[in-house]
C-alpha cells in the first residue's frame, strides 16, 4: 500500500512491489493476477486503515460544525504523518495516473466521490436537524469541503506541517453559517 502511495499506481514496478512483499513475481501474480488488483486490493486497505478519522468525525453524534471541524483537523492531522507518504492516496494516486491508467483514475475517483457523498449526507443530517438554515447548499459546501481536503492532500506532499493544514483547516470551517446567522435564517 505505502509504495503505490509514495509513488503512485504506475511508477510503482514489480521490482519494488517484490523487493517490498519479499515475494517472487509468479508469487504476486499467483497471489494477486495482476499489479490492478494488487493496487484495488491497496486501495480497499487505505480505506480501512487510514481513513478512520473521516468515518468517525461524520458519524460522531455532534453538531454539524463540530463534525466538519473534526474531519478537517483530522485531515490536518493524518495526512501529514511522520512514517507514511503525505497526503491521501486517492488524491496523490489520481494525480500521477496517466491517460493509459484510465481505470485506476476512475476507481480513485470513486473514491472521491464516496467521500464527497459522505460529507453532503451529514451536512443534510444536520440541516434537517436545524444545525443549518433552509436555504444553505448541502452539496456545494460538501463540494468545497472535499475541495479544501484536496488540496490538504497536495499541501501535505508538498510538505506542508500540521499547524499550517490546521491553519487552513479552520478558515474552510468559517463558511459554514455561524449560530447566529442560523437563527436568523
Sequence with gaps: ??????????????????EAMGLTPPQIYN???????LFRKALTRYHETEIGFALE????AVS???????????????????GKPGGCLFVSGALAASPQAQAIA???????????????ERLAKGQAAGDLP???SVESFAKYIAGVMN???????????????????????????????????
Excluded at 1 to 18: C, P, V
Design 1 to 18: 500500500m505505502h509504495l503505490f502511495w509514495e509513488h503512485g499506481y504506475e511508477a510503482t514496478s514489480l521490482a519494488m512491489l517484490r
Design 31 to 37: 497471489a494477486f493476477t495482476d499489479k490492478e488488483t
Design 57 to 60: 468525525a461524520l458519524s460522531a
Design 64 to 82: 454539524t460544525r463540530e463534525a466538519i471541524r473534526r474531519l478537517l483537523l483530522g485531515a490536518a492531522e493524518a495526512y501529514p504523518r511522520p
Design 106 to 120: 476512475d476507481e480513485l475517483k470513486a473514491y472521491r466521490k464516496a467521500s464527497e457523498a459522505a460529507i453532503a
Design 134 to 136: 433552509e436555504g444553505f
Design 151 to 185: 488540496g490538504m492532500s497536495i499541501q501535505a506532499r508538498d510538505g506542508a506541517s500540521v499547524e499550517e493544514l490546521r491553519l487552513l483547516a479552520q478558515t474552510a470551517l468559517a463558511a459554514l453559517p455561524a449560530e447566529e446567522q442560523k437563527r436568523e435564517a
